[in-house]
Protein backbone atom coordinates (compact mmCIF):
# COMPACT_ATOMS: atom_id res chain seq x y z
CA UNK A 1 0.00 0.00 0.00
CA UNK A 2 1.41 3.04 -0.95
CA UNK A 3 2.05 6.07 1.27
CA UNK A 4 1.57 9.93 1.12
CA UNK A 5 3.78 12.29 3.27
CA UNK A 6 2.79 15.60 2.98
CA UNK A 7 5.52 18.30 4.38
CA UNK A 8 5.90 22.05 4.46
CA UNK A 9 2.84 23.56 6.07
CA UNK A 10 2.88 25.96 8.99
CA UNK A 11 1.81 29.35 10.02
CA UNK A 12 1.89 32.46 7.59
CA UNK A 13 0.56 35.99 7.32
CA UNK A 14 -1.53 36.98 4.43
CA UNK A 15 0.40 37.28 1.48
CA UNK A 16 3.06 35.00 2.50
CA UNK A 17 4.41 31.99 0.56
CA UNK A 18 4.58 28.23 1.51
CA UNK A 19 5.76 25.49 -0.95
CA UNK A 20 4.16 21.70 0.51
CA UNK A 21 6.10 18.32 -0.77
CA UNK A 22 4.10 14.99 -0.91
CA UNK A 23 6.23 12.03 -0.89
CA UNK A 24 5.02 8.57 -2.05
CA UNK A 25 6.39 5.40 -0.44
CA UNK A 26 6.76 4.13 -4.49
CA UNK A 27 6.87 5.67 -7.76
CA UNK A 28 3.53 6.09 -8.40
CA UNK A 29 3.84 9.67 -9.99
CA UNK A 30 4.96 8.09 -13.37
CA UNK A 31 1.69 6.53 -13.32
CA UNK A 32 -1.28 8.41 -11.89
CA UNK A 33 -2.04 12.23 -12.38
CA UNK A 34 -1.82 13.58 -8.35
CA UNK A 35 -3.65 16.24 -7.09
CA UNK A 36 -3.20 18.55 -3.67
CA UNK A 37 -6.86 18.43 -1.99
CA UNK A 38 -7.54 20.65 1.06
CA UNK A 39 -10.24 20.52 4.27
CA UNK A 40 -10.67 23.68 6.49
CA UNK A 41 -12.66 23.00 9.84
CA UNK A 42 -16.26 22.14 8.77
CA UNK A 43 -16.29 22.05 5.02
CA UNK A 44 -15.67 18.96 3.08
CA UNK A 45 -12.60 18.01 1.43
CA UNK A 46 -11.64 20.20 -1.90
CA UNK A 47 -9.62 19.35 -4.81
CA UNK A 48 -7.59 22.54 -5.49
CA UNK A 49 -4.84 21.25 -7.78
CA UNK A 50 -4.25 18.91 -10.27
CA UNK A 51 -1.43 17.43 -12.39
CA UNK A 52 -0.93 14.50 -14.99
CA UNK A 53 1.67 12.24 -15.64
CA UNK A 54 2.89 14.27 -18.61
CA UNK A 55 2.42 17.47 -16.73
CA UNK A 56 -0.41 19.22 -17.81
CA UNK A 57 -2.42 21.08 -14.36
CA UNK A 58 -5.63 22.44 -13.65
CA UNK A 59 -6.35 24.42 -10.41
CA UNK A 60 -9.69 25.69 -9.16
CA UNK A 61 -11.29 29.02 -9.42
CA UNK A 62 -9.86 30.00 -5.38
CA UNK A 63 -6.77 29.17 -6.34
CA UNK A 64 -5.52 29.99 -9.86
CA UNK A 65 -2.91 32.65 -10.56
CA UNK A 66 -1.52 32.01 -6.91
CA UNK A 67 -0.59 28.34 -6.42
CA UNK A 68 1.20 26.16 -8.67
CA UNK A 69 1.66 22.08 -8.53
CA UNK A 70 4.92 20.47 -9.99
CA UNK A 71 6.29 17.04 -9.84
CA UNK A 72 9.12 15.52 -10.00
CA UNK A 73 8.79 11.41 -10.65
CA UNK A 74 12.55 10.56 -10.30
CA UNK A 75 11.55 11.89 -6.77
CA UNK A 76 8.50 10.35 -6.05
CA UNK A 77 7.20 13.99 -4.65
CA UNK A 78 5.09 16.30 -5.69
CA UNK A 79 5.07 20.02 -4.57
CA UNK A 80 2.46 22.71 -4.18
CA UNK A 81 3.87 26.66 -4.09
CA UNK A 82 1.53 28.88 -2.60
CA UNK A 83 1.66 32.44 -3.05
CA UNK A 84 -0.23 35.39 -1.98
CA UNK A 85 -1.91 33.56 0.84
CA UNK A 86 -5.02 34.31 2.42
CA UNK A 87 -6.87 33.49 5.32
CA UNK A 88 -9.35 31.30 3.68
CA UNK A 89 -6.43 29.05 2.41
CA UNK A 90 -6.37 27.88 6.14
CA UNK A 91 -6.73 24.15 5.99
CA UNK A 92 -5.11 20.44 6.27
CA UNK A 93 -3.48 19.88 2.97
CA UNK A 94 -3.22 16.50 1.43
CA UNK A 95 -2.05 14.39 -1.51
CA UNK A 96 -3.40 11.97 -3.16
CA UNK A 97 -3.44 9.78 -6.87
CA UNK A 98 -6.12 10.77 -9.61
CA UNK A 99 -8.79 10.05 -10.45
CA UNK A 100 -9.62 7.86 -7.48
CA UNK A 101 -8.05 8.62 -4.08
CA UNK A 102 -5.82 5.52 -2.31
CA UNK A 103 -5.71 6.06 1.78
CA UNK A 104 -4.76 9.21 3.14
CA UNK A 105 -1.46 10.37 4.76
CA UNK A 106 -1.85 12.52 7.98
CA UNK A 107 -2.00 16.06 6.07
CA UNK A 108 0.00 19.37 6.67
CA UNK A 109 -1.51 22.24 8.58
CA UNK A 110 -1.44 25.43 6.68
CA UNK A 111 -2.55 28.71 8.85
CA UNK A 112 -2.81 31.99 7.05
CA UNK A 113 -3.35 34.30 10.09
CA UNK A 114 -1.81 37.86 10.77
Known amino acids: QVQLVESGGGLVQPGGSLRLSCTAS????????MGWYRQAPGKQRELVAT???????NYADSVKGRFTISRDNAKNTVYLQMNSLKPEDTAQYYC????????WGQGTQVTVSS
Open 26 to 33: ANIFSIYA
Open 51 to 57: ITSSGST
Open 96 to 103: NKLPIPGS
